[in-house]
Protein backbone atom coordinates (compact mmCIF):
# COMPACT_ATOMS: atom_id res chain seq x y z
CA UNK A 1 0.00 0.00 0.00
CA UNK A 2 1.44 2.96 -1.05
CA UNK A 3 0.88 6.20 1.17
CA UNK A 4 1.52 9.87 1.04
CA UNK A 5 1.69 12.06 4.51
CA UNK A 6 1.19 15.70 4.25
CA UNK A 7 2.91 17.26 6.48
CA UNK A 8 5.80 16.02 9.27
CA UNK A 9 4.25 17.60 12.35
CA UNK A 10 3.30 15.71 15.74
CA UNK A 11 0.55 13.68 14.22
CA UNK A 12 2.68 13.53 10.41
CA UNK A 13 5.61 12.54 12.18
CA UNK A 14 3.69 9.70 14.27
CA UNK A 15 1.59 8.44 11.14
CA UNK A 16 4.65 7.72 8.91
CA UNK A 17 6.88 6.01 11.16
CA UNK A 18 3.79 3.75 12.18
CA UNK A 19 3.03 3.06 8.96
CA UNK A 20 6.59 2.87 7.37
CA UNK A 21 7.27 0.30 10.79
CA UNK A 22 4.71 -1.57 9.16
CA UNK A 23 6.13 -2.14 5.57
CA UNK A 24 3.57 -0.04 3.38
CA UNK A 25 5.24 2.32 0.91
CA UNK A 26 5.69 5.68 3.03
CA UNK A 27 6.31 9.15 1.14
CA UNK A 28 6.56 12.51 3.42
CA UNK A 29 6.18 15.88 2.28
CA UNK A 30 6.87 18.80 4.22
CA UNK A 31 7.90 22.51 3.53
CA UNK A 32 10.02 22.93 6.56
CA UNK A 33 13.99 22.07 5.48
CA UNK A 34 14.95 21.10 8.56
CA UNK A 35 12.23 19.22 9.41
CA UNK A 36 12.14 17.38 6.62
CA UNK A 37 15.98 16.40 6.96
CA UNK A 38 14.94 15.34 11.12
CA UNK A 39 12.60 12.79 9.58
CA UNK A 40 14.81 11.67 6.95
CA UNK A 41 17.54 10.43 9.47
CA UNK A 42 14.28 8.53 11.35
CA UNK A 43 12.33 7.45 8.90
CA UNK A 44 12.44 4.55 6.65
CA UNK A 45 11.16 6.46 4.11
CA UNK A 46 11.19 9.35 1.58
CA UNK A 47 10.57 12.43 2.66
CA UNK A 48 10.51 15.38 -0.18
CA UNK A 49 10.88 18.89 0.85
CA UNK A 50 7.63 21.15 -0.81
CA UNK A 51 4.39 22.28 -0.98
CA UNK A 52 2.24 19.68 -0.07
CA UNK A 53 -0.78 21.12 -2.25
CA UNK A 54 1.66 21.61 -5.30
CA UNK A 55 0.95 19.18 -7.86
CA UNK A 56 4.67 19.19 -9.09
CA UNK A 57 5.61 18.25 -5.36
CA UNK A 58 2.64 15.66 -5.52
CA UNK A 59 3.71 14.25 -8.56
CA UNK A 60 7.41 14.02 -7.22
CA UNK A 61 5.75 12.04 -4.40
CA UNK A 62 4.16 9.50 -6.76
CA UNK A 63 0.32 10.37 -6.42
CA UNK A 64 -0.31 9.13 -9.47
CA UNK A 65 0.11 5.28 -7.90
CA UNK A 66 -0.68 6.25 -4.67
CA UNK A 67 -3.73 4.64 -2.68
CA UNK A 68 -4.06 7.04 0.21
CA UNK A 69 -2.82 10.63 1.08
CA UNK A 70 -3.10 11.91 4.71
CA UNK A 71 -2.75 15.44 4.35
CA UNK A 72 -1.82 16.75 8.62
CA UNK A 73 -0.23 19.81 7.86
CA UNK A 74 -0.74 23.04 10.60
CA UNK A 75 -2.73 24.76 7.53
CA UNK A 76 -6.78 23.83 6.73
CA UNK A 77 -6.29 25.21 3.39
CA UNK A 78 -3.16 23.66 2.57
CA UNK A 79 -4.95 19.86 4.01
CA UNK A 80 -7.93 20.62 1.65
CA UNK A 81 -5.77 21.47 -1.73
CA UNK A 82 -3.57 19.03 -1.11
CA UNK A 83 -6.54 16.33 -1.01
CA UNK A 84 -7.91 18.34 -4.48
CA UNK A 85 -4.79 18.43 -6.03
CA UNK A 86 -4.19 14.99 -5.24
CA UNK A 87 -7.59 13.65 -6.27
CA UNK A 88 -7.30 14.96 -9.60
CA UNK A 89 -3.84 13.45 -10.30
CA UNK A 90 -5.63 9.76 -9.06
CA UNK A 91 -5.16 9.20 -5.57
CA UNK A 92 -7.85 6.74 -4.65
CA UNK A 93 -8.60 8.10 -1.04
CA UNK A 94 -7.90 11.45 0.50
CA UNK A 95 -7.96 12.31 4.54
CA UNK A 96 -7.57 15.56 5.86
CA UNK A 97 -7.28 17.74 9.48
CA UNK A 98 -9.40 20.67 8.96
CA UNK A 99 -9.89 22.18 12.41
CA UNK A 100 -12.18 25.90 11.17
CA UNK A 101 -15.79 24.07 11.40
CA UNK A 102 -16.29 27.10 8.59
CA UNK A 103 -14.08 25.14 6.43
CA UNK A 104 -15.73 21.42 6.38
CA UNK A 105 -19.52 22.32 4.55
CA UNK A 106 -18.83 20.89 0.57
CA UNK A 107 -15.01 19.55 1.46
CA UNK A 108 -16.18 16.38 -0.27
CA UNK A 109 -16.54 18.26 -3.49
CA UNK A 110 -13.15 19.18 -3.24
CA UNK A 111 -12.00 15.75 -3.19
CA UNK A 112 -11.70 15.37 0.86
CA UNK A 113 -13.27 12.05 1.55
CA UNK A 114 -12.91 11.95 5.14
CA UNK A 115 -11.95 15.15 7.31
CA UNK A 116 -10.60 14.37 11.34
CA UNK A 117 -10.29 16.94 13.69
CA UNK A 118 -7.85 15.48 16.84
CA UNK A 119 -8.81 18.21 19.22
CA UNK A 120 -12.44 18.15 19.33
CA UNK A 121 -12.31 14.09 19.08
CA UNK A 122 -9.68 14.81 22.61
CA UNK A 123 -11.96 17.34 24.31
CA UNK A 124 -14.92 14.59 24.35
CA UNK A 125 -12.71 12.26 25.00
CA UNK A 126 -11.95 14.02 28.00
CA UNK A 127 -15.42 14.59 29.05
CA UNK A 128 -15.91 10.72 29.21
CA UNK A 129 -12.95 10.49 31.77
CA UNK A 130 -14.27 13.29 34.05
CA UNK A 131 -17.16 11.57 34.14
CA UNK A 132 -15.52 7.92 34.52
CA UNK A 133 -13.39 9.21 37.03
CA UNK A 134 -10.49 6.17 37.39
CA UNK A 135 -10.80 5.11 34.17
CA UNK A 136 -7.85 6.05 31.87
CA UNK A 137 -9.56 4.77 28.71
CA UNK A 138 -13.42 4.46 27.46
CA UNK A 139 -13.74 2.96 23.86
CA UNK A 140 -17.20 2.56 22.48
CA UNK A 141 -17.88 0.09 19.73
CA UNK A 142 -20.78 -1.58 17.84
CA UNK A 143 -22.39 1.71 18.40
CA UNK A 144 -22.08 1.75 21.72
CA UNK A 145 -22.96 -1.86 22.43
CA UNK A 146 -19.65 -3.04 23.35
CA UNK A 147 -17.30 -0.59 25.58
CA UNK A 148 -13.53 -1.42 25.89
CA UNK A 149 -12.19 -0.35 29.64
CA UNK A 150 -9.03 0.95 30.26
CA UNK A 151 -7.43 1.17 34.43
CA UNK A 152 -4.54 0.42 36.82
CA UNK A 153 -5.49 -2.35 38.77
CA UNK A 154 -5.74 -1.50 42.26
CA UNK A 155 -4.90 -3.87 45.42
CA UNK A 156 -8.12 -4.00 46.11
CA UNK A 157 -8.94 -5.46 42.59
CA UNK A 158 -11.02 -9.33 42.15
CA UNK A 159 -8.42 -9.36 39.58
CA UNK A 160 -5.22 -9.30 41.46
CA UNK A 161 -3.22 -12.28 41.68
CA UNK A 162 -5.80 -14.93 40.09
CA UNK A 163 -5.88 -16.60 37.13
CA UNK A 164 -8.48 -15.27 34.89
CA UNK A 165 -10.09 -18.37 33.49
CA UNK A 166 -10.82 -19.28 37.32
CA UNK A 167 -12.22 -15.83 37.92
CA UNK A 168 -14.62 -15.72 34.80
CA UNK A 169 -16.17 -19.07 35.87
CA UNK A 170 -17.19 -17.45 39.06
CA UNK A 171 -18.59 -14.60 37.54
CA UNK A 172 -19.93 -16.07 34.84
CA UNK A 173 -23.52 -14.65 34.70
CA UNK A 174 -22.07 -11.37 33.01
CA UNK A 175 -19.49 -11.16 30.29
CA UNK A 176 -16.24 -9.58 30.51
CA UNK A 177 -12.68 -10.28 29.15
CA UNK A 178 -9.39 -8.97 29.65
CA UNK A 179 -7.95 -8.51 26.42
CA UNK A 180 -4.20 -7.06 27.43
CA UNK A 181 -1.91 -6.10 30.12
CA UNK A 182 0.62 -3.41 30.24
CA UNK A 183 2.84 -4.44 32.70
CA UNK A 184 6.34 -2.25 33.38
CA UNK A 185 5.72 -1.21 29.68
CA UNK A 186 5.55 -4.34 28.03
CA UNK A 187 2.24 -5.64 26.61
CA UNK A 188 0.58 -9.42 27.42
CA UNK A 189 -2.26 -10.38 25.66
CA UNK A 190 -4.36 -11.88 27.89
CA UNK A 191 -5.55 -15.83 28.21
CA UNK A 192 -6.76 -17.99 30.76
CA UNK A 193 -3.85 -18.92 32.66
CA UNK A 194 -2.85 -15.17 33.19
CA UNK A 195 -2.14 -13.90 36.29
CA UNK A 196 -3.47 -9.99 36.88
CA UNK A 197 -0.99 -7.72 39.20
CA UNK A 198 -1.45 -5.05 41.20
CA UNK A 199 -0.38 -2.13 39.21
CA UNK A 200 -1.07 -3.62 35.63
CA UNK A 201 -2.97 -1.23 33.26
CA UNK A 202 -5.59 -3.44 32.24
CA UNK A 203 -7.45 -3.49 28.83
CA UNK A 204 -11.20 -5.14 29.73
CA UNK A 205 -13.87 -5.30 27.46
CA UNK A 206 -17.81 -5.89 28.16
CA UNK A 207 -21.48 -5.21 27.08
CA UNK A 208 -22.52 -1.27 28.00
CA UNK A 209 -24.24 -2.50 30.89
CA UNK A 210 -21.73 -4.14 32.46
CA UNK A 211 -19.59 -0.86 32.18
CA UNK A 212 -20.02 -0.48 36.27
CA UNK A 213 -19.17 -4.43 37.54
CA UNK A 214 -16.06 -3.90 35.18
CA UNK A 215 -14.86 -0.59 37.18
CA UNK A 216 -15.32 -2.74 40.24
CA UNK A 217 -13.70 -5.81 38.83
CA UNK A 218 -10.39 -3.60 38.28
CA UNK A 219 -10.83 -2.19 42.10
CA UNK A 220 -11.58 1.49 40.31
CA UNK A 221 -12.92 3.88 43.05
CA UNK A 222 -15.63 6.41 40.85
CA UNK A 223 -15.97 9.80 42.25
CA UNK A 224 -18.15 12.44 41.89
CA UNK A 225 -16.63 15.49 40.11
CA UNK A 226 -18.07 18.75 39.99
CA UNK A 227 -15.54 21.46 39.00
CA UNK A 228 -12.46 21.10 36.23
CA UNK A 229 -9.74 22.82 36.35
CA UNK A 230 -8.08 23.22 32.23
CA UNK A 231 -4.42 24.60 32.26
CA UNK A 232 -3.57 26.38 29.24
CA UNK A 233 -5.07 28.56 26.86
CA UNK A 234 -4.83 25.64 23.63
CA UNK A 235 -7.11 25.60 20.99
CA UNK A 236 -7.82 21.80 22.62
CA UNK A 237 -8.23 23.91 26.16
CA UNK A 238 -10.82 26.14 24.71
CA UNK A 239 -12.72 23.23 22.86
CA UNK A 240 -12.44 21.11 26.47
CA UNK A 241 -14.18 24.19 28.32
CA UNK A 242 -16.88 24.33 26.32
CA UNK A 243 -17.84 20.38 26.34
CA UNK A 244 -17.73 20.83 30.26
CA UNK A 245 -19.31 23.96 30.66
CA UNK A 246 -22.26 22.28 28.07
CA UNK A 247 -21.86 19.03 30.44
CA UNK A 248 -22.34 20.99 33.56
CA UNK A 249 -19.56 21.12 35.11
CA UNK A 250 -17.99 24.29 36.88
CA UNK A 251 -14.68 25.19 34.60
CA UNK A 252 -11.37 27.29 36.13
CA UNK A 253 -9.15 28.17 33.43
CA UNK A 254 -5.66 29.05 34.01
CA UNK A 255 -2.72 30.26 32.07
CA UNK A 256 0.49 32.47 32.38
CA UNK A 257 -0.17 35.02 29.63
CA UNK A 258 -1.95 38.09 30.74
CA UNK A 259 -3.26 38.92 27.48
CA UNK A 260 -4.75 35.49 26.72
CA UNK A 261 -6.40 35.42 30.00
CA UNK A 262 -8.42 38.46 28.75
CA UNK A 263 -9.26 36.83 25.78
CA UNK A 264 -10.49 33.62 27.60
CA UNK A 265 -12.91 35.39 29.55
CA UNK A 266 -14.80 37.33 26.86
CA UNK A 267 -14.86 34.10 24.99
CA UNK A 268 -15.25 32.18 28.10
CA UNK A 269 -17.95 34.12 30.27
CA UNK A 270 -19.16 31.05 32.15
CA UNK A 271 -16.37 30.06 33.11
CA UNK A 272 -13.53 31.60 36.09
CA UNK A 273 -10.32 32.48 33.99
CA UNK A 274 -7.40 32.71 36.75
CA UNK A 275 -3.67 34.05 35.78
CA UNK A 276 -0.81 32.29 36.71
CA UNK A 277 1.77 30.02 36.61
CA UNK A 278 0.08 26.30 37.41
CA UNK A 279 3.29 24.65 37.94
CA UNK A 280 3.65 26.87 40.88
CA UNK A 281 2.12 25.39 43.80
CA UNK A 282 0.87 28.82 45.16
CA UNK A 283 -1.27 29.47 42.38
CA UNK A 284 -3.23 25.58 42.28
CA UNK A 285 -3.18 26.09 46.27
CA UNK A 286 -5.45 29.27 45.98
CA UNK A 287 -7.70 27.04 44.06
CA UNK A 288 -8.25 24.73 47.31
CA UNK A 289 -8.53 21.59 45.50
CA UNK A 290 -10.45 19.10 46.42
CA UNK A 291 -11.77 15.62 46.17
CA UNK A 292 -14.61 17.03 43.76
CA UNK A 293 -12.31 18.27 41.45
CA UNK A 294 -10.45 17.19 37.96
CA UNK A 295 -7.31 18.91 36.92
CA UNK A 296 -6.53 18.83 33.32
CA UNK A 297 -3.29 20.40 32.11
CA UNK A 298 -3.76 20.64 28.15
CA UNK A 299 -0.32 22.98 27.58
CA UNK A 300 1.45 22.67 24.55
CA UNK A 301 4.92 20.99 26.81
CA UNK A 302 5.08 17.80 27.98
CA UNK A 303 6.86 18.56 31.13
CA UNK A 304 4.65 21.45 31.81
CA UNK A 305 1.71 19.25 32.16
CA UNK A 306 3.30 16.24 34.27
CA UNK A 307 4.50 19.14 36.80
CA UNK A 308 1.08 20.61 37.09
CA UNK A 309 -0.94 16.87 37.49
CA UNK A 310 1.80 15.92 40.35
CA UNK A 311 1.38 19.60 41.88
CA UNK A 312 -2.67 18.85 41.57
CA UNK A 313 -2.43 15.52 43.01
CA UNK A 314 -0.31 16.45 45.96
CA UNK A 315 -2.85 19.36 46.68
CA UNK A 316 -5.85 17.02 46.56
CA UNK A 317 -7.22 16.78 43.49
CA UNK A 318 -9.32 13.67 42.72
CA UNK A 319 -8.13 13.12 39.02
CA UNK A 320 -5.40 14.68 36.83
CA UNK A 321 -5.14 14.40 32.92
CA UNK A 322 -2.39 15.24 30.74
CA UNK A 323 -1.93 15.93 27.50
CA UNK A 324 1.08 13.88 26.18
CA UNK A 325 3.36 14.46 22.92
CA UNK A 326 5.59 12.11 23.91
CA UNK A 327 3.65 8.65 24.37
CA UNK A 328 6.54 7.05 26.14
CA UNK A 329 5.95 9.03 29.47
CA UNK A 330 2.66 7.69 29.74
CA UNK A 331 3.52 4.65 30.56
CA UNK A 332 6.38 5.61 32.81
CA UNK A 333 3.88 8.10 34.39
CA UNK A 334 0.65 6.88 35.38
CA UNK A 335 -0.33 5.39 38.76
CA UNK A 336 2.14 8.27 39.97
CA UNK A 337 -0.16 11.16 39.74
CA UNK A 338 -1.58 11.11 36.40
CA UNK A 339 -4.68 9.22 36.35
CA UNK A 340 -5.54 9.34 32.13
CA UNK A 341 -3.31 11.00 29.43
CA UNK A 342 -4.56 12.14 25.74
CA UNK A 343 -2.73 12.45 22.80
CA UNK A 344 -3.89 14.44 19.43
CA UNK A 345 -1.50 12.20 17.31
CA UNK A 346 -2.47 8.71 19.04
CA UNK A 347 -6.25 10.06 18.20
CA UNK A 348 -5.71 11.00 14.96
CA UNK A 349 -4.18 7.61 14.28
CA UNK A 350 -7.36 6.09 15.36
CA UNK A 351 -9.16 8.08 12.93
CA UNK A 352 -7.10 7.20 10.47
CA UNK A 353 -6.03 3.20 10.23
CA UNK A 354 -9.40 1.97 9.46
CA UNK A 355 -8.63 3.43 6.18
CA UNK A 356 -5.46 1.80 5.65
CA UNK A 357 -6.28 -1.84 7.39
CA UNK A 358 -7.87 -4.27 4.76
CA UNK A 359 -11.41 -5.30 4.55
CA UNK A 360 -14.62 -3.70 6.22
CA UNK A 361 -12.86 -2.40 9.34
CA UNK A 362 -15.31 -0.35 11.35
CA UNK A 363 -13.13 1.32 13.75
CA UNK A 364 -9.60 0.81 15.04
CA UNK A 365 -8.47 1.99 18.33
CA UNK A 366 -4.30 2.98 19.32
CA UNK A 367 -3.25 3.48 22.69
CA UNK A 368 -0.64 5.49 24.71
CA UNK A 369 1.74 2.78 26.40
CA UNK A 370 1.05 -0.45 23.91
CA UNK A 371 1.54 -0.52 19.90
CA UNK A 372 -1.34 -3.26 20.13
CA UNK A 373 -4.62 -2.22 18.51
CA UNK A 374 -8.65 -2.77 19.42
CA UNK A 375 -10.15 -3.14 15.46
CA UNK A 376 -13.54 -3.62 14.85
CA UNK A 377 -14.49 -5.59 11.92
CA UNK A 378 -17.46 -6.29 9.98
CA UNK A 379 -17.28 -10.20 9.18
CA UNK A 380 -17.67 -11.33 5.32
CA UNK A 381 -19.87 -14.31 3.65
CA UNK A 382 -16.89 -15.16 2.42
CA UNK A 383 -14.33 -15.32 5.58
CA UNK A 384 -12.14 -18.64 6.69
CA UNK A 385 -13.75 -17.84 10.10
CA UNK A 386 -17.51 -18.28 9.32
CA UNK A 387 -18.69 -21.01 10.93
CA UNK A 388 -16.15 -21.96 12.83
CA UNK A 389 -15.49 -21.60 16.69
CA UNK A 390 -13.28 -19.59 18.07
CA UNK A 391 -11.91 -22.45 19.99
CA UNK A 392 -11.41 -24.08 16.23
CA UNK A 393 -10.03 -20.93 14.73
CA UNK A 394 -6.45 -21.51 16.06
CA UNK A 395 -5.73 -17.90 16.56
CA UNK A 396 -2.11 -16.18 17.09
CA UNK A 397 -1.51 -15.90 21.06
CA UNK A 398 -0.92 -12.64 20.21
CA UNK A 399 -4.94 -11.96 19.44
CA UNK A 400 -8.10 -11.98 21.70
CA UNK A 401 -11.35 -11.27 20.62
CA UNK A 402 -13.05 -9.27 22.99
CA UNK A 403 -17.14 -8.93 21.75
CA UNK A 404 -19.53 -9.50 19.01
CA UNK A 405 -22.42 -7.71 18.10
CA UNK A 406 -24.92 -9.55 16.11
CA UNK A 407 -28.32 -8.17 15.15
CA UNK A 408 -29.84 -6.60 18.45
CA UNK A 409 -27.74 -9.28 20.08
CA UNK A 410 -24.43 -7.96 21.76
CA UNK A 411 -21.71 -9.96 24.13
CA UNK A 412 -18.44 -11.57 24.87
CA UNK A 413 -18.19 -14.53 23.47
CA UNK A 414 -16.22 -17.87 24.81
CA UNK A 415 -14.40 -20.45 23.05
CA UNK A 416 -17.86 -22.01 22.36
CA UNK A 417 -18.84 -19.23 19.94
CA UNK A 418 -19.48 -19.71 16.09
CA UNK A 419 -18.22 -16.55 13.63
CA UNK A 420 -21.61 -15.73 11.81
CA UNK A 421 -21.42 -13.70 8.13
CA UNK A 422 -22.07 -9.86 9.39
CA UNK A 423 -21.50 -10.35 12.68
CA UNK A 424 -19.67 -7.24 13.97
CA UNK A 425 -16.29 -8.72 15.82
CA UNK A 426 -14.15 -6.34 17.97
CA UNK A 427 -10.42 -8.04 18.49
CA UNK A 428 -7.12 -7.00 19.97
CA UNK A 429 -3.92 -7.59 18.11
CA UNK A 430 -0.64 -6.89 18.28
CA UNK A 431 1.17 -5.49 15.21
CA UNK A 432 2.56 -8.80 14.11
CA UNK A 433 -0.70 -10.34 14.22
CA UNK A 434 -2.56 -7.64 13.04
CA UNK A 435 -3.48 -8.40 8.96
CA UNK A 436 -3.51 -11.90 9.38
CA UNK A 437 -6.44 -11.98 11.89
CA UNK A 438 -8.05 -9.66 9.54
CA UNK A 439 -8.25 -12.10 6.68
CA UNK A 440 -9.57 -14.64 8.70
CA UNK A 441 -12.53 -12.15 9.14
CA UNK A 442 -12.46 -9.96 6.31
CA UNK A 443 -10.36 -11.41 3.47
CA UNK A 444 -9.68 -8.69 0.44
Known sequence: MKIIVVGAGAVGSYLAKLLSSEGKDVHVIESDEERAAEMQEALDALVIVGNGASAATLEEAGARNADLLIAVSNSDGVNILACHTARQLGVKRTVARVEDPGLREGVDQLGVDVVIDPSATAAQELVT????????????????????????????????????????LRSAEWGWVVAALVRHGKTIVAHGDTQVLAGDHALLMTTADNVERATKLLGLRKVRIDRVVIVGSTRLGELTAEEMIKNGFSVVLVDRDRARCSQLASRHPKAVVVHGDATDPDVLSELELGPSDAVLSLTGWDEVNITVCLVAKALGAASTIARFNRIRYVSL????????????????????????????????????DTDAEAIEVEVTENAPAVGKSLIDLELPR???????????????????????????????????DIEASSALFAPR
Open 333 to 368: LSGIGIDAAVSSRLLAASAILRFVRHGRIQQVVTFS
Open 398 to 432: GVVIGGISRGETTFVPDGSTRIRAGDHLIFFALPK
Open 129 to 168: LVKETGVSEMVHFADGKLVLLGGIVTPQSPLARQPLSQLR
